[in-house]
């Protein structure tokens, strides 16, 4: 599975940014696909999942109700809406399959390249 991630970009405080990860190769309803992101010195850090097969939707607690995972099975597309976005919300995302639900990076076994969000305050 090849992943590409895209949708970053520069935006103010309390804006909005909508992420895709697409996927090249098929998901399999054991897969899971998530999005993390990691800013400048710090590890990479889990935001949200979601089940390939089903609609169980997973968030970090910082993420829940500013952000919303979903999926376009069509398109083999998973996005990432983020809405009211603050300054430390800026990093680079990056979209991961694993093949279970897992918050800690390293269970996640394919990555796309990251895509860069910039929250300015």
């Known amino acids: 599975v090849q992943l590409q991630a895209s949708g970053g970009g520069l935006v103010q405080a309390g804006g909005s940014l909508r992420l895709s990860c697409a996927a090249s190769?098929?998901?399999?309803?054991?897969?899971?696909v998530g999005w993390f992101r990691q800013a400048p010195g710090k590890e990479r850090e889990f935001v949200a999942a979601?089940?390939?097969?089903?609609?169980?939707?997973y968030y970090a607690d910082y993420a829940r109700g500013r952000f919303t995972i979903s999926k376009d099975k069509a398109k083999n597309t998973v996005y990432l809406q983020m809405n009211s976005l603050k300054p430390e919300d800026t990093a680079t995302y990056y979209c991961?399959?694993?093949?279970?639900?897992?918050?800690?990076?390293?269970?996640?076994?394919?990555w796309g390249q990251g895509t860069l969000v910039t929250v300015s305050s």
């Open positions: 190769g098929r998901l399999f309803s054991s897969h899971l």
């Open positions: 991961g399959v694993a093949f279970a639900y897992d918050t800690d990076y390293r269970a996640y076994r394919w």
């Open positions: 979601t089940r390939w097969s089903d609609s169980r939707t």
